[in-house]
């Protein structure tokens, strides 16, 4: 225990040296590590199994991987969601099992994939569920909360449908709508499994662009599922590619975005070339497996 | 647009911002039908008065001035006067005209019963919707009435020594089937689907162990009884059942309302809840407790009047939304709008003879569903 402590602190000192400026607020954001897992469901053979993987403190990490590779598994075990078999996750220093809830709550957050909301919800109600862990189970909505809901629908630019019901909005309006709850929780660091799957371009960019400032105006910790390898490595900081419930590489995009990476991983023959954002995948065509 | 968000921002302060007009509509057009019901109701009886006499006794200023007699009438004599003394009200003896008594004391627990049993079970199956995140489920699909009808049944038929307790015994078994359903449905934690198979399989077992004990019922009346029970009935109901009801419903509707916030919640998903911090599991449970508590309270005095925790919550949502602050509310004042309006009909069907009120709920409930079924695509989900 003590030494993943010292682990997390020495990640967290990284960042404070390299981003300074951006991991700003008391403490910084903690980061989230991986020791020695194996994740299954029920009985069945382990999904994933990884030794060691760090989602660096303030920065931002993608998981990536074709369908199956167990990338919503993983993300699943870092909040909580799933038990390992063995090993552990850690989250500031801390087993995320041993966490009571509502505490792990305040400090991570996560945009699932199927969420689910009755359609006459507002979009602010929904932005203001955000604030549950927050409060307590009698108490109202505090001075604090209203900012908090305000912020994170402003930051996430929806304020004009704030009063707009969820279940009149298109995909990506929701999709908002949904980041916007996440944002209004206020935690040190967010979980999105694959948050841009199935919206339009504009709106996936929108999503991206405000997770992207929350990282880098209070230096949030984001993990986030990507199914679009090019997207992921403009995006993110560091990426994680996953094959077969087994981490293949990981680090910064240019080290991890190769020609083999997308044969041996993802089976398709593809050209990477490097741009001004980091590397350029043009797929060519899939490889028969 | 920065008009449209100024005019909303101030009314998210104030404790009772989430009060909207649609709100308002219901419980205005619900009390109207239950005074209006009510007034009908009271009209009515062994003992022939005229509509304007009737009218008048409800409004008797002799009973409305002397608070003793209403704290003796909700409360019974003893603890009414003990309040009455402790409150420094007078407890002199009140001498009421016939009519006013036969009315206070002989219909009017009929009226209020109605409004217990119908605010119990509509919130009741409100919470259940929210629990298996299914506009299908009501307080009985999990096993409640299976549980109640049965333990009425055997309660007359095999041990009819505890016929005493029968109110009891039918809450406590729709409480203990209900426990059987979470019981068979858990498997590291429930979810909402397997809840509502486990509660149609109990229902199934239940429902047929319960016609097979009508064949040892050596009597007509113990079959007429356990008839007026299992399908609900107000015909007869007295103080006693309204001192029955009052604090229990006084325990699971504040409680529902208080536990408004988690179901909202809980109908953002699973995964979403628990990513917020709830206790999934928990809340659920103790949430499904206090429907099971309503449920019971309703089923104590009145038996099982179905429907009512089915299309209440339904109908309700058509017309406030899906907050359940809101829709807890609309719920405990259109769930005594049905109630007390299907008991006007069933006194008044077939009048002299009276049929029980489920029967009456359930013939507004079908066609009601039917007519959703056809209007409405997504029905089913929340």
Known sequence: MSAEKTTGTDAADGDDDGEAATASGAGGSPPLSVHDIALSYGDGDPVVEAERLEVPAGEITALIGPNGSGKSTLLKSMNAELSPDRGTVTFDGSDVDEYDTTELARRLGLLSQDHVAPDSTTVRELATHGRYPHRGFFEGMREADYRAVDHAIERVGVRHLADREVGGLSGGQAQLAWLAMVLAQETDALLLDEPTTFLDLHHQLRVLDAVRDLNEDHGVTVCVVLHDIGQAARFADNLIALKDGEPYEWGPPDEVVTEDLLRDVFGVDAEVGFGPDGPRVTPRRAIDE | ?382
């Open chain 2, 1 to 382: 647009m920065a008009s449209e968000t100024s005019e909303t921002v101030p009314d998210l302060d104030g404790p009772f911002s989430w009060v909207d007009s649609s709100l308002l509509t219901v419980i205005v057009a619900s009390t109207a039908v239950v005074v209006l019901s009510g007034l009908i109701q009271v009209s009515f009886g062994a003992f022939t008065m005229s509509v304007a006499t009737a009218w008048s006794a409800v409004f008797d200023p002799v009973v409305w001035t002397n608070p003793q007699v209403l704290l003796r009438l909700f409360l019974g004599e003893g603890i009414g006067n003990a309040v009455a003394g402790a409150l420094g009200i007078s407890t002199a003896a009140v001498d009421l005209p016939k009519e006013t008594l036969i009315v206070w004391q002989i219909r009017m627990p009929r009226v209020l019963v109605g409004v217990f049993v119908g605010a119990n079970l509509a919130v009741s199956g409100a919470v259940f919707q929210a629990v298996t995140r299914n506009e299908l489920a009501s307080p009985f699909i999990l096993g409640v009435s299976a549980g109640a009808g049965l333990a009425i049944l055997l309660t007359l038929i095999v041990f009819s020594g505890l016929a005493g307790f029968l109110p009891l015994i039918a809450a406590g078994g729709g409480a203990a089937a209900f426990l059987l359903v979470y019981a068979i449905a858990w498997k590291n934690g429930t979810n909402p689907v397997r809840l509502i198979l486990a509660g149609v399989i109990v229902s199934t077992v239940f429902g047929s162990l319960q016609t097979g004990l009508f064949f040892f019922a050596n009597d007509l009346g113990v079959v007429q009884s356990a008839l007026a029970w299992t399908t609900g009935s107000l015909t007869g109901v007295d103080w006693e059942q309204v001192r029955m009801a009052l604090p229990w419903t006084l325990v699971s509707l504040p409680l529902t309302l208080v536990g408004a916030r988690q179901l909202n919640v809980l109908l953002l998903g699973e995964r979403t809840a628990r990513s917020l911090g709830m206790s999934v599991e928990r809340v659920r449970f103790a949430l499904s407790g206090v429907a099971v508590l309503a449920a019971g309270t309703a089923i104590a005095v009145a038996g099982i009047v179905s429907f009512v925790g089915l299309i209440v919550p339904h109908m309700v949502r058509q017309l406030v939304g899906s907050d359940y602050k809101r829709l807890v509310v609309a719920c405990v004042f259109a769930g005594p709008a049905l109630v007390t309006l299907a008991d006007v009909g069933a006194r008044l069907a077939l009048s002299p003879a009276q049929l029980p009120v489920g029967i009456v709920t359930g013939l507004i409930g079908g066609p009601y569903f039917l007519y959703l079924m056809r209007k409405q695509d997504g029905m089913g989900d929340v």
